[in-house]
């Protein structure tokens, strides 16, 4: 009698690398392959909005921030695209300009949608513990708001929320000066 083989076997970036490009986005979870829905319009503004002023912070305290789509390889079998990365200044090293990036950022903002919410919250925070980003954000462009995970050992944990024209409060980047209410549309 022969072994119980897996239905579907695991995905590796390489193999992700190879498939013929069809216009979709894929993350992949220990293998699990994932397509990321195609963004609305209010999520693109909230995004360019956020390029806009992390574009600005880094460029007066120095560091480098990208945007999706961007795949990051955290091993070779989990592959996350956040909406937007930032890398600190003393970590830009690690950076190759014409390679795939193989370290977790500093800092990774996820916009939340109802095709993307769950995993966000979920399956990609418990990632991005697991590959030690110091900071991962939660904007929903709803109910403007902007909730702030810290890596605390080994967990991400919420440690602050701002609203409206509150101010988000990074301590990755105490200097920052953004309102989730600046992030929307007039």
Known sequence: MAGVKAAQERVSYADLERWPEDGRRYELYNGEVFEIPSPILLHQFVLGRLHLVLSAYVQ????SV???PLDIV???YDVVQPDVLLFMPEREHLLDMRKVTRHAPDLAIEILSPGT???DRGRKLRMFERHRVREYWLVEPDRPSVEVYQLSETRLVL????TDGEQVESPLLPALDLQPSGLLPA
């Open 60 to 63: 007066a305290h120095g560091g």
């Open 117 to 119: 919410s769950r995993n």
């Open 66 to 68: 990208f945007v999706a």
């Open 74 to 76: 955290l091993t070779d």
């Open 159 to 162: 440690t602050s929320t701002a």
